[in-house]
């Protein structure tokens, strides 16, 4: 669990860095802010009482996603190399084989770290943002209920079906039961899909979402996405979400919605 002074810390170092290289970093504060237990997800190094270097690792059942930053002047001394092996050696050592570094496409020292490291690209993901537009507005016929623990096999299936992952990697991401802010997505009275969204700061993001393959075509996604900018609107919130570019459909759709891109993020496999 991190502490309120080194939370504080991470928020300081990252807007510096994301000040100084132009970028917008992945460092996943929502699950930043909820870490449990004993286990060491994050990794930093400090001088005196300065913050000089994080790395966080996020799993997603049996695969890692790492990210991390340097203070611009302490760059090439060593310290993101030292951070990352120790992360990447301690998820393997758990048995997380798939890890994932990841650096903004824009930014230049991170994208030559990624590639000092024993990697090889993997995929991108454009972050997208939603900019006001002649959005229609939402039908009724498509509605979100909040999801519940009785809700759990459907979401890992869901996910499994969504995310190239079997069904035992989609349940060890449920450890502790449904995660909040997920909705359960109802075309009448029928489960059709699933998705989250996470509060970050003045930002509304949305994770995991996965239409039921048979329902789709319907309109469905269109309909939930405008519901959920609609409501995420009326708190004064901006919306934001993650495509993969191989995923063109998703990608046309939520450009029809309003969604444009504000920036991209490439992921390097670690090599086993």
């Not at 994301?18 to 190094?45: A, P, S």
């Not at 959005?135 to 759990?152: H, I, Q, R």
């Not at 909040?180 to 979402?209: C, H, P, Q």
Request: glycine share 8%; charged share 30%; aromatic share 8%.
């Amino acid at each position: 669990m991190l502490g309120q002074k080194t939370l504080h810390d991470i928020k300081l170092l990252q807007e510096e860095v994301e000040k100084h290289d132009e970028i917008n970093l992945k460092l996943n504060w929502d699950m930043l802010q909820k870490r449990e237990g004993d286990e060491q997800h994050d990794f930093v190094y400090y001088d005196k009482d300065e913050l000089i270097a994080f790395v966080g690792t996020y799993r997603f059942g049996n695969k890692a996603e790492v990210c991390g930053m340097v203070k611009p002047i302490e760059r090439r001394k060593g310290h993101a190399t030292r951070l990352i092996l120790e992360a990447v050696a301690q998820l393997k050592a758990a048995g997380i084989n798939h890890v994932l570094v990841n650096a903004p496409a824009k930014s230049v020292s991170g994208q030559s770290f990624a590639k000092s490291l024993p990697t090889a690209y993997s995929f991108s993901e454009h972050q997208m943002k939603w900019h006001p537009n002649k959005m229609k507005s939402a039908t009724g016929e498509v509605a979100l209920s909040e999801a519940s623990d009785t809700d759990l096999a459907y979401i890992i299936k869901l996910d499994a079906l969504g995310f190239d992952m079997s069904e035992a990697e989609a349940g060890s991401m449920y450890k502790s039961g449904v995660e909040e802010g997920t909705y359960i997505i109802y075309a009448g009275e029928v489960k059709a899909g699933k998705l989250r969204i996470v509060d970050e700061r003045n930002e509304s993001w949305i994770y995991g979402f996965v239409v039921t393959p048979a329902m789709q075509g319907r309109g469905i996604g269109r309909s939930v996405l405008q519901q959920v900018v609609e409501r995420e609107r009326a708190k004064g919130r901006d919306i934001h979400l993650e495509v993969a570019l191989e995923n063109p459909r998703a990608l046309k759709l939520y450009t029809s919605v309003g969604f444009i891109e504000t920036g991209t993020q490439d992921y390097f496999l670690f090599k086993e």
